[in-house]
């Protein structure tokens, strides 16, 4: 069998370390830690990366490439086959708060709070995972305002779940949202 080639090395480390980040829910980790966690050292990070940031970076650029397979999935949700609107949004929402996704759930709200201390790029980062978000719902829901509403929504639920632990009111103020919007939709 034949040695990776460079690229595919740091396409392997790259995905390693946001394996890394989202098991951890931060990026905060020095880049000693991050490579002892994936069993290579710093210098080959440094080797294959450039810097801390750069790293942190290309793991967010990887972040967003999972986020929108997940938004493509999404997409796919079937309102009118359900027996009620909320059904497919229920189904995301106790995926969203499975325990496999508590890491990426963390991860976001990391980059969150670096976007409220101002960092541009991550601001920049998320404002452009948003509008995907409520174009995907606005597609969807086939109202931009309801879109916007639920989005916004589950925002405060998924923060509610993370400081809170309880999955549950998020999924009750769902299905409340979804029961009074349902003739608008």
Known sequence: MSRPTEPQKKENLIERCLAVAIETGTLGSSINAIAKRIGTSGRMLVYHF??????????????????????????????????????PFIEMWEHLTSPEMRGLLKLTMELNQRAMQGDEETRQFLEQESQKWIAALSKVLNNEDVALSLFH????AMMDFLTTGNAQRGRQAIWAFMETQGKRI
Do not use: M, N, V, Y
């Open 50 to 87: 450039g810097s801390k940031s750069e790293l942190e970076r290309q793991i967010i650029s990887l972040l967003e490439i999972r986020l929108r397979e997940k938004l493509w999935s999404f997409q796919s949700l079937g309102i009118q086959e359900t027996d009620h609107p909320a059904k």
């Open 153 to 156: 929504l589950l925002q405060g």
